[in-house]
């Protein structure tokens, strides 16, 4: 058979991913924050892009304002001349004296110094509030720009060297130690290698960093927890031999072997349970009551409100509505004035796709987010207790959309309800099936049970992991021993001999 060339003319369809699609794509997965930050760097690269001003929504009062100053409706020469005829300003002479008498009131000014200007020493308030931002109508300003100063923990450390480290190559050793600081307190470097890397001896490093230790808050600059508790209870001269004892074998304390505890540090149980609360009252974090970065309240997506007739209102939250314009005029009178045509015709494409793809973002939160709200009915009347499961399939199907859609729509958003604030995903949980064929159960709903059933808990009734089994199917919930105890250490709820031992010690120092 002969091979040859030959020309076929093929009609097929594919989806191509265009930059415009993704970009949608990318728009319905963004937080708020990223959302603003993308808009901001739209608009200053699109001319045709712009955000509504307030002067758009004042506009008639505005318009009012504009009127030249020689021009009055009729309404006001009306207005003017009645008041010119009222009763007390009537253009008479001695008009404020016949009141005074009529009236018994003397409106002679008797604060003489409301006139006088401010003495040079003095703060000049009225300024400064002026000078505020908003004006000095006390209206729009943020009371964030009142609030003082966070020290943070490197500065408070600072502040506080100069007075132990009169040596000025000491304090240069003590800086760099702070420098190597965690956010808990801890020195993440050995000391000795910051010596040799400022050429300075190895033990002037160690001595700096034993004054360094002396320092507030109480355990700052220690390499490990057991060394914290040591600085700590030094500081408190309650470092003897039992409790250093006690400090060097945490991982038996972690385990609850009291036991062993008390055979190490030769004490009796008395004694022991003294150690042990003294050792609760230390801090096992020293720097962490020093903020390093700003929190950042999460603002909601959705919000959720009961109405009168006892069903749920679902809105969009209009803070974080992103609000954009197109300045169409703008684009007429530039291309009708020989502008570059190709250019702002491509400016008008974008932005026109951007504000489109902002409106379908919104509509599809608002989709997936009823959806949501329809399923969970329950959970907003109840509680948690009948949170029911649901996943990303069930929802996708119910508004015809992709899961993969649901799935960014649900990334990162929150929704503002009775119960409280939520992310989207906190309601898709697993399903764990029910006893005798019952209503299957949220995987969440379960964990709360546990986490109940635990808290109710007496010291002479612990429960074991195969008891929390038989009372979940008490309570139509069929879940395997294995499970409970996956779900448990994922609380970091310890295990049923641990909480025994822990609950015994707890008895015991409240009885002393």
């Known amino acids: 058979m002969a ?52 002067d758009a929504e004042t506009g008639s009062d505005n318009d009012a304002q504009d009127e030249p100053h020689g021009r009055q409706s009729d309404d006001d020469d009306d207005r003017t001349e009645a008041l010119s005829g009222d009763w007390y ?47 000095g109508d006390g209206e729009n300003y943020d009371l964030d720009d009142f609030v003082a100063g966070q020290v943070s923990l490197r500065d ?64 700052v600059f220690a390499r490990s927890l057991a060394e914290c508790l040591s600085i700590q209870l030094k500081q408190k001269d309650r470092f003897d031999p039992a409790m250093q004892a006690l400090v060097s074998n945490l991982e038996l304390l972690a385990r609850r072997d009291f036991a062993t505890l008390k055979r190490l540090c030769g004490v009796d149980e008395e004694d022991l349970l003294d150690m042990l609360a003294e050792i609760r009252q230390l801090n096992p974090k020293p720097g962490s009551g020093f903020e390093t970065s700003v929190s950042e309240a999460i603002m909601p997506d959705v919000v959720v409100r009961s109405s009168s007739d006892g069903s749920w209102l679902v809105e969009l939250n209009p803070d974080t509505l992103p609000r954009v314009l197109v300045n169409q005029s703008y684009f007429a009178h530039v291309t009708k004035n020989g502008g570059d045509y190709t250019f702002l015709s491509e400016c008008l494409q974008s932005a026109n796709w951007l504000t489109r793809s902002l409106d379908q973002r919104a509509k599809t939160i608002m989709k997936v987010a009823s959806e949501i709200v329809r399923q969970q009915d329950a959970f907003l009347m109840h509680g948690v207790d009948h949170l029911r499961p649901l996943n990303l399939k069930t929802v996708a199907d119910a508004i015809k959309m992709h899961e993969s859609t649901v799935s960014r729509v649900t990334s990162n ?100």
């Open 156 to 219: 408070h450390l600072a502040q506080q060297i100069p007075f132990i480290l009169p040596d000025a190559g000491d304090r240069l050793i003590a800086q760099q130690l702070i420098d190597q600081l965690d956010e808990a307190g801890y020195l993440q470097s050995d000391p000795a290698d910051i010596g040799e890397r400022l050429g300075s001896d190895p033990a002037a490093a160690e001595r700096v960093l034993a004054e360094l230790q002396t320092l507030d808050p109480p355990g």
């Open 413 to 512: 958003k929150y929704i503002l309800t009775p119960r409280g604030l939520f992310e989207l995903k906190y309601f898709f949980t697993v399903s764990i099936s029910a006893v005798e064929g019952g209503d299957s159960h949220s995987a969440e709903a379960v964990r709360h049970r546990i986490r109940a059933l635990i808290m109710q808990e007496s010291t002479d009734a612990v429960l074991s992991d195969d008891d929390i089994v038989d009372m979940l199917k008490k309570d139509g919930i069929d879940l395997a021993r294995r499970t409970v105890a996956k779900y448990r250490e994922a609380m970091n709820i310890a295990s049923s001999v641990q909480r025994r031992r822990e609950k015994r010690a707890l008895a015991k120092v409240a009885g002393f």
């Open 3 to 54: 091979l040859s060339a030959n020309l076929f003319l093929r009609q097929n369809q594919s989806l191509v991913m265009t930059p415009q699609l993704m970009q949608s794509i990318q728009l319905l997965q963004m937080t708020h924050f990223e959302l603003v930050q993308f808009i901001a760097q739209e608009v200053e690269k699109n001319p045709l892009l712009e955000f509504p001003s307030d």
């Open 89 to 135: 300003d009537n253009g008479n002479d001695g008009s404020a004296s016949r009141l005074s008498e009529e009236l018994d009131v003397n409106y002679a000014n008797v604060f003489q110094d409301d006139g006088v200007p401010p003495r040079a020493d003095a703060p000049e308030l009225i300024s400064q509030w002026k000078s505020m931002p908003g004006g």
